[in-house]
Each structure stands twice: as structure tokens, then as C-alpha cells.
């Protein structure tokens, strides 16, 4: 939606407590207790009590916004700046529109966001035809030796300036015939991994996890990729260098050059040690670029559905 229709939905503090009490209502209330998913509501405190144990619920509580003292009209505006554009929002630039004293509670709650992102993708698995790839992301490394000072930075594929990503994209044949500038196929979803290394155990282990058994994987010839084939339908290998990348691997080098650009143009630097919650939230919103007005809401949903627990590495 855009900024004067969600200004008219969301006035004020109730009108958001009440829409995020709406969804809570369709995804239902868990109790933390027994497990009983009957609940009364109890209006006066704004609580949900168990018919079974009378065990009492938060509106907040086994959601994303548990143990935060934001308003509820702040998280809605979090995430209708996030959902409005194609572009990343920073949480400093979130901090001025909204007006809050504080950086750090700003960035939690845009971190939270990030992973709620990442935890809904991870649902998913990709199929189809799928390119497989690695890229090498720029970021801030803050490891420091055992005397307390930064490592000595290495040059080239090791180098600790360097973040490595496993992206990959699922593809299918487009039904008409490709213009001559075009690609010979057409782009569906994205993922992307974060890792430490490029072993073939690693390597492997990721394709397991975001790949459908059923897909054919296309890779270049890289010795980590050898196996593959024992977790996939088809594995298929290519020389692809300089050039040829282009042609063998179209829409992962698309999507790299995408995020490369996305995070040099509002982040600048980001951190190793959260590079994954920055590369879910690109992937999430390339995902869903059809969803338009409904994005706020799949987002909204999400935030509701994902206990907090699954947050607990944030800090």
C-alpha cells in the first residue's frame, strides 16, 4: 500500500494493536503452558487467557515483537517502509522518519524483521531448474587475534574483507521465444547462503537444505561441487569463465550484481557477523516482487507466526 493509505488504515496506536490482534486471531494462540490453542480474550488487559490452564497471553508474546517496548505503531511503519520499496531501508534513515531517540532499539527491531524474512524463505525449497554459484560480498570483518587487534588482512579469494554467499537461482523455459538481447530463460525465485568456507561437505549440506531432490542443478566446474549429483535429479557442470559465466550462469550473476548494488547503495559496509539477516531480506523481497500491496500484510503474517525463540541470536 502506499503511504497515505496506510497512514488512513493506521492512525494510531489502536488501529495497529487491533490489526495485529486480527492476525494473531487467524493464525491462532498457542498456549506456552499446555499447548491448548482455545483461548478467551480478555479485553480490559488486552490478553489472551487458556480455557484449559488459564495460563494468560500477551498480544505481543511468542511473536516477533516479544520482549520489545516499540509501539505497535512503530513496527507497522517498520515494516510498510521495508515492504514499500525495492530498495533495503537502513535503520538509521528509520530512525530520523520516525522520530525515535534511540539507534540500537531501531536496528533490533529491523534485525528481527530481516530474520523473519529469512526463517519464512527457509520454508521453501528451490526446483525446477536451479544455477548454483558463489559470490564474494564486501563487508566488515571484526574478528580481532589473540591480542586484541584486527588479523592481517589476506589478498584475493581468502581475504577477510571478503564474505562468501552461496546464491542460487531457480529457473524454467519462458513459454515464448526469448527476445535477442534476452535471456534463453526465465527467473523464478532466489537463495542465498552465507558461509564460512567452500568445501564440498558445506557445499553439499546447502543444496540438501534449499534444494528440491527432484531439480537440476547447473554449476560451473569448481571441484566442490562434485557432489552434487547424490542430492539432486540432474547435475549438470560447465567450464564457465570470464565470458562464458554470463551464459552458463545468467540470472546468479544477475542476482549478485543486484545485491551488490542494493547494499553499496544504502549500507555501504555491513558487517560479516549479519551479512545473512542483509541477504534474506533481498532475497525475500526479489521473491515476492509480484506481491505489491500484499506484501505488507505476508510480512505482517510472518512476524505473527514466528516465535521469538527463533531470534535469540540477534544480539
Not at 542443478?217 to 549429483?229: F, M, Q
Not at 552458463?248 to 551488490?260: C, G
Request: proline share 2%; with cysteine.
Amino acid at each position: 500500500m502506499n503511504l497515505i493509505k496506510f497512514m488512513e488504515e493506521f492512525p494510531d496506536e489502536i488501529s495497529c494493536k487491533l490489526k495485529f490482534k486480527e492476525i494473531r486471531d487467524q493464525e491462532g494462540v498457542v498456549c506456552r503452558n499446555c499447548g491448548s490453542k482455545d483461548h478467551y480474550w480478555l479485553s480490559t488487559i488486552w490478553q489472551y487467557q487458556c480455557k484449559q490452564c488459564k495460563t494468560r497471553t500477551t498480544l505481543r508474546s511468542g511473536t516477533v515483537m516479544q520482549s520489545s517496548k516499540l509501539s505497535f505503531k512503530y513496527w507497522l511503519i517498520a515494516m510498510h517502509l521495508v515492504t514499500s520499496t525495492k530498495k533495503p531501508f537502513s535503520a538509521l534513515e528509520l530512525q530520523r522518519q520516525i522520530g525515535h531517540k534511540f539507534y540500537e532499539p531501531i536496528w533490533y527491531m529491523m534485525q528481527k524483521l530481516r530474520k523473519t524474512m529469512g526463517i519464512r524463505d527457509s520454508q521453501y525449497k528451490l526446483d525446477k531448474v536451479v544455477e548454483l554459484d558463489e559470490g564474494f560480498f564486501e563487508s566488515v570483518n571484526t574478528d580481532k587475534n589473540h591480542e586484541g587487534r584486527s588479523q592481517k588482512r589476506k589478498r584475493g579469494r581468502g581475504s577477510q574483507k571478503q564474505t562468501k554467499v552461496v546464491v542460487m537461482a531457480s529457473t524454467v523455459q519462458p513459454e515464448k521465444k526469448p527476445g535477442k538481447h534476452k535471456k534463453s530463460t526465465k527467473f523464478r525465485y532466489v537463495k542465498m547462503v552465507v558461509v564460512d568456507n567452500l568445501k564440498s561437505s558445506t557445499m553439499n549440506q546447502i543444496v540438501k537444505e534449499a534444494i528440491d531432490e527432484s531439480s537440476i542443478v547447473i554449476t560451473d566446474n569448481y571441484p566442490s561441487y562434485n557432489g552434487v549429483l547424490d542430492h539432486v535429479k540432474c547435475h549438470e557442470s560447465h567450464n564457465a569463465s570470464g565470458v562464458i559465466a554470463n551464459k552458463v550462469l545468467p540470472w546468479v550473476h544477475t542476482m549478485i550484481s543486484n545485491a551488490k548494488r542494493n547494499f553499496l547503495g544504502i549500507h555501504h559496509m555491513i558487517s560479516k557477523k549479519y551479512f545473512q539477516d542483509y541477504v534474506d531480506e533481498f532475497c525475500y523481497k526479489v521473491n515476492r516482487r509480484y506481491f505489491g500491496h500484499q506484501l505488507f500484510d505476508r510480512l505482517l503474517v510472518a512476524c505473527v507466526k514466528y516465535n521469538y525463540k527463533a531470534f535469540v541470536n540477534v544480539s
